[in-house]
């Protein structure tokens, strides 16, 4: 408060009054939040604690039927191979997180995971004489025990489960 009628006093014109008034109000209601959270801090904390833990402890994203759907991803997926319609290609998702191609030589799938609807594979291409390695996303659209729809925005891909 006398920092403020300092400041008043000291300005020379109406108009460095009205510029720095609204200042030292906005610095005043800081100073107060910032002295709440020092003297609540204790509360504050525990509550903040308390909604953490409760959260994670509901379940609300579904991570038991999450894990289901992991594990309904499990194994081999193949679509028909656009260069020969008589041949597959896919890849094999393991349960230890480790991925495989089927009949893909230029891209080697190593591993993957999901999460929420979203199926994420980490593949190797080898093409062309130059080697990357990508993670690439997909969003589930629908899977069950035999069949895999996911897309990437602009392309829907089709895979079926294949039988031993």
Not at 5 to 20: D, P
Not at 33 to 57: D, E, G, P, Q
Not at 62 to 71: I, L, R, T
Request: charged share 15%.
């Amino acid at each position: 408060m006398i920092f403020h009628l300092f400041l008043i006093i000291a300005a020379n014109s109406l108009k460095r009054i009205l510029v720095i008034s609204p200042l030292i109000e906005s610095m005043n209601c800081f100073l107060k939040t910032t002295n709440y959270i020092m003297n609540n801090y204790n509360k504050l904390f525990f509550a903040s604690t308390l909604v953490f833990f409760s959260s994670a402890c509901s379940n609300p994203a579904g991570v038991e039927d999450q894990d289901k759907a992991s594990q309904t991803v499990i194994g081999a997926w193949v679509e028909p191979n656009p260069i020969n319609e008589l041949e597959v290609q896919g890849f094999e998702l393991k349960a230890d997180g480790s991925a495989a191609s089927i009949n893909m030589a230029t891209l080697l799938y190593q591993s993957w995971w999901s999460l929420d609807d979203s199926l994420f594979l980490v593949a190797q291409s080898i093409g062309n004489g130059n080697t990357s390695t990508d993670t690439l996303s997909y969003q589930i659209i629908k899977c069950d025990e035999d069949s895999l729809l996911m897309g990437t925005g602009t392309q829907t891909i089709r895979m079926s489960k294949r039988k031993k």
